[in-house]
């Protein structure tokens, strides 16, 4: 299977995060897609290359030019103004603010404009994060060419994640939504249907967001339930998509120490709703968090579990695009996604 993975990804790596009003080390560090990496390489069955570099022109047609004009020089401007190394964000646009006043417009200083633009504090940048952002989407376009190119199925080893990124903002360890810029740009190709899964522990909000109105975009998530888990605020199973989008959105969240057999069983369901959408791409948002010891989900997901995900993905038989997620159980995550692509292309 062809791989497509950068080293720039390392140039984003905070060294902590605020978490429940915390100061902590940052979870979605280097090592992650690192320890990816070496076991792939380790296995010897995966064929890793760096992507090709793609200009905005994907990227404005997902999200707002406006915000990436805001993240191409966020750190500069953060940096001269506030003289940190780390950008994190202390107040937030909250729509309440101004409820009944209309927009707000986007402010002058960088202190607000970061919570103008992100609407979290686990999210912090550093001088390296656009440049890891962007060469993140360059890896999930290169995939997705290839996919398209006639590639059964590439996995583009993403970081940083993408999959909480809306169209105008940014937030969730994410800043650019490549799973939903790979989709956007296999329909901008000529593919009629796309379908964006998502196997993430935590809802994609963003990708939903961006795809909710759209009726060419099926979007489907397996995820812990918003009730108890992060995002909080979007993964309900009523969420169905608005207007000509409608019934083209399927959340399936997960109750506590979901099995392998219950989550293969969910996954079989959404996949089935892949099929009778009609889609020609498939997009996968690959969280391994669900892993039953990850540090962020309560899932109960095994290596063998994760093996037969990706065997029910394979036996979809559609052209398929992996998009790396989360996954935060560090020394465990290269065995896990090996055994997931190992299921897909078996």
Not at 43 to 71: E, K, S
Not at 119 to 139: I, K
Not at 239 to 253: D, S, V
Request: one cysteine or more; glycine letters at 10%; charged letters at 20%.
């Amino acid at each position: 299977m062809q791989v497509f993975f950068s080293e720039a990804h390392r140039g984003h790596d905070p060294s902590e995060e605020v978490e429940a009003g915390q100061r902590q080390p940052m979870q979605e560090c280097p090592a992650r897609v690192d320890q990816i990496r070496r076991a792939l390489l380790d296995d010897g069955g995966f064929a890793i290359r760096a992507p090709v570099t793609f200009d905005r022109a994907a990227i404005d047609a997902v999200h707002d030019p406006a915000m990436v004009d805001y993240l191409e020089d966020a750190w500069s401007a953060w940096s001269a103004a506030a003289g940190l190394d780390t950008a994190i964000p202390d107040v937030f646009l909250h729509p309440a603010l101004r409820d009944g006043m209309g927009p707000a417009p986007e402010p002058a200083s960088p202190l607000g404009r970061l919570g103008y633009w992100c609407f979290e504090t686990t999210t912090p940048m550093v001088a390296g994060t656009y440049a890891a952002a962007r060469r993140a989407v360059d890896c999930a376009l290169t995939a997705t060419e290839a996919v398209l190119g006639g590639e059964q199925s590439v996995y583009a080893c993403c970081r940083p994640p993408g999959h909480h990124a809306a169209r105008a903002v940014f937030g969730g360890y994410c800043f650019l939504n490549n799973a939903a810029i790979a989709a956007q740009y296999a329909r901008d190709a000529g593919s009629a249907r796309v379908a964006l899964l998502d196997v993430d522990y935590h809802h994609g909000n963003g990708s939903q967001q961006i795809f909710y109105e759209r009726p060419d975009v099926f979007y489907a998530s397996l995820h812990g339930d918003p009730m108890r888990a992060y995002p909080y605020f979007a993964g309900h199973a009523d969420e169905r998509g608005a207007g000509r989008g409608r019934g083209a959105n399927l959340n399936l969240p997960l109750p506590i120490g979901c099995s392998d057999d219950d989550f293969v069983a969910a996954l079989q369901h959404a996949l089935e709703a892949v099929a009778q959408f009609g889609a020609e791409v498939l997009v996968v948002s690959l969280g391994l968090d669900t892993w039953e010891r990850d540090p962020l989900g309560d899932l109960a997901v095994s290596i063998d579990g994760f093996r037969r995900c990706g065997a029910a993905v394979r036996a979809a038989a559609l052209p398929t695009v992996v998009v790396q997620e989360g996954g935060y159980a560090v020394a465990e995550l290269g065995a896990n996604a090996v055994a997931w692509l190992h299921g897909l292309d078996s």
